[in-house]
């Protein structure tokens, strides 16, 4: 008896210690958190964009204030003399393009634009913006986990979508970490609209997961690139809103049974 009372009150223990782990209302169970190229040289750096420091309050809450099965976080990380670098050909400024062939396909051509050298790996402007990365830090050391996507590390092809390089050439490991923790939803965040946020998008589409952008949590260089590259991702299928009305159809499981005692 004495043995049986003595596995028991393990038992009991076991079963206090889980109760006192209470199930999160505000975990988006089947959903990651994308959050793409929000770096240094993006916003204040070399490719710096005035209109880029707005998206940050809505990012910070969506960090502070929702609890995520995964996150993701990309960075273009380039090397010297990287081919998407108006410096890597001659005479070239930057805007310009040029034409380069498929790493696959050498009878194959694409047009590059080029610009001036930006996220080199060890530089300042290749980090994530401080608020950002603080709360990643926090969050990846307590309780969610969170994947740095390196991406553009090729000298020969560029890399806007965090899941591939443009020729399809290389895919980083975004989609199978994804489906480890059993993602179908992404939502999307980031810099910059029409570059890296779009190819994300499209690619997200292509490979079968509900992909939802934060209009209000993204940006570009003008209103006119913005909205076009969304009516265009709309177009793919891509689910469009600003994070008050994201947050209205995802209620927090609290916030559902308040709505139901209404």
């Not at 710096?48 to 940050?56: M, T, Y």
């Amino acid at each position: 008896m004495g043995r049986i009372a003595f596995i028991a009150g393990i038992c009991l223990s076991a079963a206090a210690l889980v109760q006192a782990v209470p199930f999160s209302p505000k975990l988006h169970k089947n959903t990651a958190l994308v959050l793409i190229d929000i770096q240094n040289d993006f916003i204040t750096g070399s490719l710096n964009n005035a209109r880029a420091p707005v998206i940050l309050p809505k990012v910070y809450q969506l960090l502070d204030d929702h609890e995520w099965p995964f996150i993701v976080a990309s960075q273009d990380w380039h090397p010297i003399g990287h081919v998407s670098f108006a410096s890597a050909h001659a005479g070239k400024q930057p805007l310009d393009t040029v034409n380069i062939t498929f790493l696959d396909t050498p009878t194959k051509m694409e047009q590059q634009t080029v610009y001036a050298d930006h996220c080199v790996p060890g530089t300042w402007g290749a980090g994530i913006e401080e608020g950002v990365q603080t709360r990643l830090y926090y969050l990846e050391g307590y309780r969610t986990p969170v994947n740095y996507i390196k991406k553009a590390q090729d000298h020969s092809v560029d890399s806007y979508s965090a899941f591939a390089d443009n020729q399809y050439h290389r895919f980083t490991t975004l989609n199978s970490e994804l489906t480890l923790h059993r993602v179908d939803t992404i939502l999307v965040t980031g810099l910059i609209t029409n570059a890296c946020v779009r190819g994300t998008c499209i690619d997200g589409i292509k490979l079968g997961y509900e992909v939802i952008l934060i209009e209000d949590a993204t940006e570009t260089l003008s209103d006119e690139i913005k909205a076009s590259t969304i009516e265009e991702l709309e177009g793919w299928g891509v689910q469009v809103m600003n994070l008050t009305q994201w947050e209205s159809t995802n209620p927090t499981r609290l916030q559902r049974r308040a709505l139901k005692e209404l």
